[in-house]
């Protein structure tokens, strides 16, 4: 049975029929789907420091690229069965899916819960034209009154619920000008894990078991890195991982606001030839102009 080969291969799965999911009718996707499997996938807990010569991002992408290694593993497990594999990049709610589960529920800081492995696993989707029955438990947990990750946000964007423009993961992965705000908060090379690091739901959990998510080589990206080889050796040394996901010039400009958070000035020549490189846009030599002004400060 389906349910039982998901429950050997993944952290926790739950069933829900389709008609669960809010409006389900408006999808076409879920036209001749009966079944709805949800997924959980956990990744480890643990946090590298950022070096002066190599940088790394948010604590997601020290393994593999999730959205591979879940289809992945979906398509092994389910060789035999006609299903259809999501993870991420559709027009389902993956989360809403979750909570109507019951596994997780919907946290402050915008992220799901799971009362096993917190905030630190990836949601993945089966859809399935047979039905099959429902796997739902009750979850009465919450965060309470507890706000440590309100408080705790460096730019304020979960006050009176979450605000994703002024989220600082969702900046940092934008391709337009930085706020000043975020230039000088910004501490990874793409993400933000602070309001997950602070979360008490997140201590004592279960440790990770995925081997392809466990931290690798190439979760620290060198600088030289980043300035020297071209798209395609980028990608070809590091593609693997999500933090690639929206190209190398937005890691270039998050990488020069840890340079700058560092004082790190060996890097301010190949600065400069990029600002001299038409190659490079123009929300990109904004703010790069900005940060080496400031960093050309500590030059002795």
């Known amino acids: 049975m389906i349910y039982e080969r998901l429950s050997e291969a993944f952290d926790f799965v739950g069933v829900i029929d389709k008609e669960r999911y809010p409006n389900y009718e408006k999808y076409e996707r879920l036209n001749e ?15 590298l420091k950022q070096e002066e010569d190599r940088l790394k991002a948010s604590m997601y992408t020290y393994g593999y690229d999730y959205h591979d290694v879940i289809k992945a593993l979906i398509k092994e497990t389910l060789k035999d069965y006609e299903h259809v594999a999501l993870a ?6 993956e989360r809403k899916c979750l909570e109507l589960t019951g596994l997780a529920y919907h946290a402050k800081n915008n992220l799901m819960i799971n ?12 859809l399935t034209k047979e039905k099959y029955p429902e796997v739902i438990v009750e979850n009465s947990d919450s965060c309470g009154d507890c706000d440590i990750c309100l408080r705790a946000c460096p730019v304020g964007a979960l006050f ?4 994703m423009e002024k989220c600082m993961s969702y900046e940092n992965q934008m391709k337009k000008p930085m706020r000043d705000e975020v ?4 501490y990874l090379l793409l993400g ?3 309001c997950q690091i602070v979360c008490p739901k997140n201590r004592n959990i279960k440790p990770a078991k995925t081997e392809e998510f466990k931290v690798k080589p190439t979760a620290y990206v060198l600088i030289n890195d980043l300035f020297e080889l071209s798209n395609k050796e980028f990608m070809d040394k590091y593609g693997k991982h999500a933090y690639t996901w929206r190209g190398k010039t937005i890691l270039i400009r998050n990488a020069l606001t840890l340079l700058l958070k560092q004082k ?6 190949k600065i400069r030839k990029t600002l001299n ?3 490079y846009p123009d929300w990109y030599k904004v703010d790069a102009s900005k940060i080496l002004k400031r960093l050309e400060q500590f030059e002795i």
Request: charged share 25%.
């Open 33 to 47: 789907i009966s079944s709805i499997f949800v997924l959980g996938l956990a990744y480890p807990n643990v946090q």
């Open 88 to 93: 991420d990049n559709h027009e389902l709610n």
């Open 115 to 126: 009362k096993d492995y917190g905030s630190f696993f990836f949601i993945g989707l089966v």
């Open 160 to 163: 009176g619920g979450y605000e």
């Open 183 to 186: 230039i000088d908060k910004n």
């Open 192 to 194: 933000c894990d602070i």
């Open 264 to 269: 790190n000035t060996k890097y301010n020549d």
């Open 277 to 279: 490189d038409d190659k």
